[in-house]
Each structure stands twice: as structure tokens, then as C-alpha cells.
């Protein structure tokens, strides 16, 4: 009852403006107290329309009332905090919108801090209080604040819903179990929350079963990680120091060959010049020589020119010309060329060199490999745009759109000679190399197509049982009939079943030795997978048979390249 007492004076004594204690109270005219602040902000408010108003009962005054302190009441106040009085609970021990309310609060209601499922009812911290002393109250259940406490009343029979039927698999209350339930497989809601928290413990142990063997995972993967990071800073700081060498050696090489060249230069020259002095010296001399010889001639006195002509001094040894050997503007031509070929001997090395590099970088491992793709959708991330290298097309092969297309032609195209081109098969290559994971599809028309991968360096001249895709180790071809499939590698045949399709789709993981063959068509049906190891970068190839006559031209074989993106 003193708690009772208390509570009523706190709710005597507080400000229904701020809702706590009075501070500098004043009571208004209409007889309401409240702390001065409060209502002069209040009347602030309202000065523009000229009448004041009390917030609780909205008497209006006019003019505005002055405000005396009610030393009665703020004594009264002061001295009822002395004694016990509390002050207003903080703002964030009200319920708000989102919060359970008290359900025995009266006015402005306080958070509930515990919901009884026996009672059905949530409580405040003050009236939660019976059910910690009140002996019939300590066995009831309590629980976190809920909202939903009417959710285990029977909606059909007003009553706790104490049970669970395990044949419907819902909670029922005592009545529907002789009910609509009867016969049903019913135990008691505690008995079921038993079996199912047995099984939910299993079920937390298994997730943190799992979570610890992730967890494992995820250091292990970790530490992979360090290592390649580890393993790949120190190839690049390998490669660099590898790399500086050379080029310092080629800069060498280069600083030699230019002192050679520049010191043969200064040996041709001087020698030149040395022959070039003597002749100007020897054109001096026979121009002085012919002015006496012009000045003699020129003598009208007979006995002075005979006088004369003996005293003339014989003319010097003639320089040998035949040593001047004139090379029109090739006189280092050679060095050039040599240089030249280096240079080209240097690329090929390179770039075999570097596919060889390209190649040993993706065959890095890792812990956990991604498994293949399963669906059209899935092969599409991985497809890339291949175009035809005209260098290896045969010459009766025409390439077209945008070198995507081939088409068998009885007429010799006039292509360059290369030595990539093959010459008695009519095939052709990609330009592209291609490694990791690759996928490609091939539009078919016409009788017979072999779709193919192949090494670089399969041979490009030579019978068909040589050269031809699918006859040796270095290919792998899919050769599509208009009836059948057959797939060839190193001469040996394999029959091929499936749908026929004028699209043939081809998947390529070059690290994991897998390549793989489908009919596509609404759906994508597997034809044949080949399971081995790539040692080198792989090409696609196109075989069309060879059209030699008009009456081959009327029923022209084509391949193309698809765009898939």
C-alpha cells in the first residue's frame, strides 16, 4: 500500500506538460499546476492569437496570467523527494509502438519486461512483482515480452492450447483433442517441445560441426592463399631480375655491334680518304703538269720550244684506281640482315616461350576446383570469341564474315604463301590459342563437317591420313554427318550417338584434360567427352570436304563460328 501511495503521489505532483516532477511550479487561474517553463512555452506558442488556454481542461484566459511560483507546492514537492518520491520513469521505460505494453498499466503504460504464458498477460517491472513472491505465481512461465500471447488461445474453444496433435502437426488445447483431433496422435506441447529440442540440439551440433570443418576450410584456403601470393612474388621479383639480365645483355650485344660497326666505319673511311688525298694530290699535279705542257705549246719560237721541251719533268706513276671497289649503298646490309634474323629467332623464342609460361601459370593448383557447368546459361560464361586465321586456310576454303565462316569453293583463292598454310587438307585454324576454360559453337550446313582442336604444330602438307584432323596424335575431331557422328583421334574411330543439330557445341577445360562435344538445339545433349591431358595450347579446326566442280558449288559446305554475346 506505501508503494500504492507513492505511485499516486508521483502522479499528483507531476507536470502533464513533461510528465515529471514539478519544477518551479505555478498553478493558472483555472486552478492546474504546472512547472513554469512548461506553460510560459506553452503561452509562447500562443501569444499571436492573443488567448491562452490550460492544456489539460482548455479554459481560455485573456490577457495572458501572470505566473507567480506556488512556494506551497514546490515546498511540498521537495520535501515528498526527501521522504521516497521517485522521479518519473525515463521516456525509454514508456511502451512505444514497437514495444509490448504492460496489460496492467493504467494511462500511460510502462514496457512490459517478462510475458506470463500462463496468465496470458505481460508485465511491468513493478507489476511483474507477484509472480517472483506470490507462491501460486512462481510456477507459471515466463518468457521475453510477446506480442503474440493470443496466439496459444484455442480460437474454437477459448482455452490454452496445452497440447500438439503430431498428426496435423499443430498445437491444439484439451477440448479439440476429444474433438476433431480424437484419435490423432496427441502429447502434451512440453513433451513435444522435448523431442524437438532433441532434435534441434543434433541440428546445432551438426551446423557447428560444420562450422568448425568451414572454418578449417577457410584457414586452409587461407593459407593457400599466402602461399601463391608467397609463390607468385617471388616468380615476379625471379622473373624481373631474369629479365633486367637480359635486356642489360641485349643492350651489351647492342653497345658491341655498334662499336664494331662503328670502328669498321672509321677504317673504311680513313682508307678512302687516304686513296681519296692521293688522287686530289695527283689531279694537282697534272693540272700544273698540262699548263706547261699548254704554255710550251703555245710558243711561237721554234728554237726556244726545242730549247724548252727537253727541261720538262716526266709525269709521276699513276695511282692505282682498280683497288676502288663501288657498292651501291650496301655496305652494312649484311649486318642488318644478321641482326634482323636474331631478332626474328629472339620472337619465336619469346612467344613459344611465353606460351609455355601462359601455359605452366594456369596449371596452378588449388584446393578446391570448380566442377563444370551444367547448363546452356553455364557454358556461356565461358564462351569466347574465335576467329579464323586465313594464314592456314586451305586455298579452297573462302573465309567470311569478319573470318568467322568457311565455305568449301571449287575455285583457288589466291592467298599468300605462309608456311602455316595447309596445303592438301582442306582445313583451317584459329587465330586464337586457347587455355583454361573455353567455349565455342559451330553453325553446320551442308553434307559433312568435322569440327576439331589441335596443337599448333600439327603437320600442314601431306596426305589426309598425315595431316588431317583426328589421323594423328595432335587433334581431336568431331566428324558430323547428316546421318551420324563419328569422333576420330590418332586413327581410331569412334560411332557417336545423339540428336542431329545443325549446332555443335564444343567445351574446353585445358587444365583439367577435359573436352567435351554437344548437340545443341533447344536443349544441349552431351555427345561425346574426351578425358586427357593438354600438354600444349590448343587451336579449334574446321575440315570441310574439298570442292572440286559446279556441281559441288550447288550444294556448298559451310562453318561458322557463332557469336555468343
Same mark, same amino acid.
Given at each position: 500500500?506505501?508503494?500504492?501511495?507513492?505511485?499516486?503521489?508521483?502522479?499528483?505532483?507531476?507536470?502533464?506538460?513533461?510528465?515529471?516532477?514539478?519544477?518551479?511550479?505555478?498553478?493558472?487561474?483555472?486552478?492546474?499546476?504546472?512547472?513554469?517553463?512548461?506553460?510560459?512555452?506553452?503561452?509562447?506558442?500562443?501569444?499571436? %492569437?492573443?488567448?491562452?488556454?490550460?492544456?489539460?481542461?482548455?479554459?481560455?484566459?485573456?490577457?495572458?496570467?501572470?505566473?507567480?511560483?506556488?512556494?506551497? !507546492?514546490?515546498?511540498?514537492?521537495?520535501?515528498?523527494?526527501? $521522504?521516497?518520491?521517485?522521479?518519473? #520513469?525515463?521516456?525509454?521505460?514508456?511502451?512505444?509502438?514497437?514495444?509490448?505494453?504492460?496489460?496492467?498499466?493504467?494511462?500511460?503504460?510502462?514496457?512490459?519486461?517478462?510475458?506470463?504464458?500462463?496468465?496470458?498477460?505481460?508485465?511491468?517491472?513493478?507489476?511483474?512483482?507477484?509472480?517472483?513472491?506470490a507462491a501460486p505465481l512462481k510456477k507459471h512461465k515466463l518468457v521475453e515480452p510477446s506480442k503474440k500471447l493470443q496466439e496459444n488461445i484455442c480460437s474454437r474453444h477459448d482455452e490454452v492450447m496445452k497440447m500438439f496433435c503430431r498428426t496435423d502437426q499443430q498445437c491444439i488445447c484439451y477440448l479439440c483433442s476429444v474433438d476433431e483431433h480424437k484419435g490423432h496422435d496427441t502429447v502434451s506441447a512440453a513433451a513435444e517441445r522435448t523431442e524437438r529440442q532433441r532434435e534441434l540440439q543434433l541440428s546445432r551440433q551438426n551446423i557447428q560441426q560444420r562450422i568448425q570443418d568451414r572454418e578449417k576450410d577457410v584457414k586452409l584456403l587461407q593459407q593457400e592463399v599466402e602461399a601463391i601470393n608467397g609463390s607468385a612474388d617471388k616468380a615476379v621479383e625471379h622473373s624481373e631480375k631474369i629479365f633486367t639480365q637480359l635486356i642489360r645483355l641485349m643492350e651489351k650485344r647492342s653497345s658491341d655491334v655498334k662499336q664494331q660497326i662503328r670502328y669498321q666505319?672509321?677504317?673504311?673511311?680513313?682508307?678512302?680518304?687516304?686513296?681519296?688525298?692521293?688522287?686530289?694530290?695527283?689531279?694537282?699535279?697534272?693540272?700544273?703538269?698540262?699548263?706547261?705542257?699548254?704554255?710550251?705549246?703555245?710558243?711561237?719560237?721554234?728554237?726556244?720550244?726545242?730549247?724548252?721541251?727537253?727541261? !720538262?719533268? #716526266?709525269?709521276?706513276?699513276?695511282?692505282?684506281?682498280?683497288?676502288?671497289?663501288?657498292?651501291?649503298?650496301?655496305?652494312?646490309?649484311?649486318?642488318?640482315?644478321?641482326?634482323?634474323? !636474331?631478332?626474328?629467332?629472339?620472337?619465336?623464342?619469346? /612467344?613459344?616461350?611465353?606460351?609455355?609460361?601462359?601455359?605452366?601459370?594456369?596449371?596452378?593448383?588449388?584446393?578446391?576446383?570448380?566442377?563444370? #557447368?551444367? $547448363?546452356?546459361?553455364?557454358?556461356?560464361?565461358?564462351?569466347?570469341?574465335?576467329?579464323?586465321?586465313?594464314?592456314?586456310?586451305?586455298?579452297?576454303?573462302?573465309?567470311?564474315?569478319?573470318?568467322?565462316?568457311?565455305?568449301?569453293?571449287?575455285?583457288?583463292?589466291?592467298?599468300?604463301?605462309?608456311?602455316?598454310?595447309?596445303?592438301?587438307?582442306?582445313?583451317?585454324?584459329? /587465330?586464337?590459342?586457347?587455355?583454361?576454360?573455353?567455349?565455342?559453337?559451330?553453325?553446320?550446313?551442308?553434307?559433312?563437317? $568435322?569440327?576439331?582442336?589441335?596443337?599448333?604444330?600439327?603437320?600442314?602438307?601431306?596426305?589426309?591420313?598425315?595431316?588431317?584432323?583426328?589421323?594423328?596424335?595432335?587433334?581431336?575431331?568431331?566428324?558430323?554427318?547428316?546421318?551420324?557422328?563419328?569422333?576420330?583421334?590418332? %586413327?581410331?574411330?569412334?560411332?557417336?550417338?545423339?540428336?542431329?543439330?545443325? /549446332?555443335?557445341?564444343?567445351?574446353?577445360?585445358?587444365?583439367?584434360?577435359?573436352?567435351?562435344?554437344?548437340?545443341?538445339?533447344?536443349?544441349?545433349?552431351?555427345?561425346?567427352?574426351?578425358?586427357?591431358?593438354?600438354?600444349? #595450347?590448343?587451336?579449334?579446326?574446321?575440315?570441310?570436304?574439298?570442292?572440286?566442280?559446279?556441281?559441288?558449288?550447288?550444294?556448298?559446305?559451310?562453318?561458322?563460328?557463332?557469336?555468343?554475346?
Amino acid at each position: 500500500m506505501a508503494q500504492k501511495g507513492v505511485q499516486l503521489d508521483w502522479e499528483t505532483f507531476s507536470c502533464s506538460v513533461c510528465l515529471d516532477l514539478l519544477k518551479d511550479p505555478v498553478t493558472i487561474p483555472c486552478g492546474h499546476s504546472y512547472c513554469m517553463n512548461c506553460i510560459k512555452t506553452h503561452w509562447d506558442e500562443e501569444d499571436e %492569437k492573443e488567448i491562452h488556454s490550460c492544456p489539460q481542461c482548455r479554459q481560455t484566459f485573456t490577457p495572458r496570467p501572470v505566473l507567480v511560483k506556488n512556494t506551497m !507546492l514546490a515546498d511540498l514537492v521537495e520535501e515528498l523527494k526527501k $521522504t521516497g518520491l521517485q522521479a518519473a #520513469p525515463a521516456d525509454h521505460c514508456y511502451a512505444g509502438p514497437e514495444d509490448v505494453a504492460c496489460d496492467v498499466c493504467t494511462g500511460r503504460k510502462l514496457k512490459a519486461v517478462k510475458s506470463c504464458l500462463v496468465c496470458l498477460a505481460s508485465y511491468c517491472e513493478k507489476h511483474l512483482q507477484p509472480h517472483y513472491e506470490a507462491a501460486p505465481l512462481k510456477k507459471h512461465k515466463l518468457v521475453e515480452p510477446s506480442k503474440k500471447l493470443q496466439e496459444n488461445i484455442c480460437s474454437r474453444h477459448d482455452e490454452v492450447m496445452k497440447m500438439f496433435c503430431r498428426t496435423d502437426q499443430q498445437c491444439i488445447c484439451y477440448l479439440c483433442s476429444v474433438d476433431e483431433h480424437k484419435g490423432h496422435d496427441t502429447v502434451s506441447a512440453a513433451a513435444e517441445r522435448t523431442e524437438r529440442q532433441r532434435e534441434l540440439q543434433l541440428s546445432r551440433q551438426n551446423i557447428q560441426q560444420r562450422i568448425q570443418d568451414r572454418e578449417k576450410d577457410v584457414k586452409l584456403l587461407q593459407q593457400e592463399v599466402e602461399a601463391i601470393n608467397g609463390s607468385a612474388d617471388k616468380a615476379v621479383e625471379h622473373s624481373e631480375k631474369i629479365f633486367t639480365q637480359l635486356i642489360r645483355l641485349m643492350e651489351k650485344r647492342s653497345s658491341d655491334v655498334k662499336q664494331q660497326i662503328r670502328y669498321q666505319q672509321e677504317t673504311e673511311v680513313s682508307g678512302v680518304k687516304e686513296l681519296q688525298e692521293k688522287l686530289e694530290q695527283e689531279i694537282t699535279e697534272l693540272k700544273r703538269k698540262d699548263a706547261e705542257l699548254k704554255q710550251l705549246s703555245h710558243t711561237e719560237d721554234h728554237n726556244q720550244f726545242l730549247h724548252n721541251y727537253p727541261s !720538262l719533268s #716526266p709525269l709521276s706513276q699513276s695511282t692505282d684506281s682498280s683497288s676502288i671497289n663501288i657498292r651501291p649503298l650496301r655496305y652494312f646490309e649484311d649486318v642488318t640482315a644478321a641482326v634482323s634474323e !636474331l631478332r626474328d629467332k629472339l620472337q619465336d623464342i619469346l /612467344r613459344e616461350t611465353r606460351t609455355n609460361i601462359s601455359l605452366t601459370v594456369t596449371e596452378v593448383d588449388v584446393l578446391l576446383s570448380e566442377p563444370g #557447368p551444367k $547448363t546452356r546459361a553455364g557454358f556461356l560464361r565461358y564462351s569466347q570469341e574465335i576467329k579464323l586465321d586465313p594464314n592456314t586456310a586451305n586455298t579452297h576454303l573462302l573465309l567470311s564474315e569478319g573470318n568467322r565462316k568457311a565455305t568449301a569453293i571449287s575455285q583457288q583463292q589466291s592467298y599468300t604463301s605462309h608456311p602455316d598454310r595447309f596445303t592438301s587438307c582442306c582445313q583451317v585454324l584459329s /587465330r586464337e590459342s586457347l587455355t583454361g576454360r573455353c567455349y565455342w559453337e559451330v553453325e553446320l550446313r551442308g553434307r559433312e563437317v $568435322t569440327v576439331a582442336v589441335t596443337y599448333k604444330n600439327i603437320r600442314r602438307a601431306g596426305r589426309f591420313n598425315i595431316c588431317g584432323f583426328g589421323f594423328n596424335g595432335k587433334s581431336w575431331a568431331l566428324n558430323c554427318h547428316q546421318k551420324s557422328y563419328t569422333f576420330w583421334f590418332n %586413327k581410331i574411330k569412334t560411332p557417336v550417338s545423339g540428336p542431329q543439330s545443325s /549446332r555443335v557445341g564444343v567445351y574446353l577445360d585445358h587444365r583439367a584434360g577435359i573436352l567435351s562435344f554437344y548437340s545443341v538445339s533447344e536443349t544441349m545433349t552431351l555427345l561425346h567427352r574426351v578425358q586427357t591431358t593438354f600438354t600444349q #595450347p590448343l587451336y579449334v579446326g574446321l575440315w570441310l570436304p574439298s570442292c572440286k566442280d559446279f556441281f559441288d558449288s550447288l550444294y556448298r559446305t559451310t562453318a561458322e563460328l557463332c557469336k555468343l554475346r
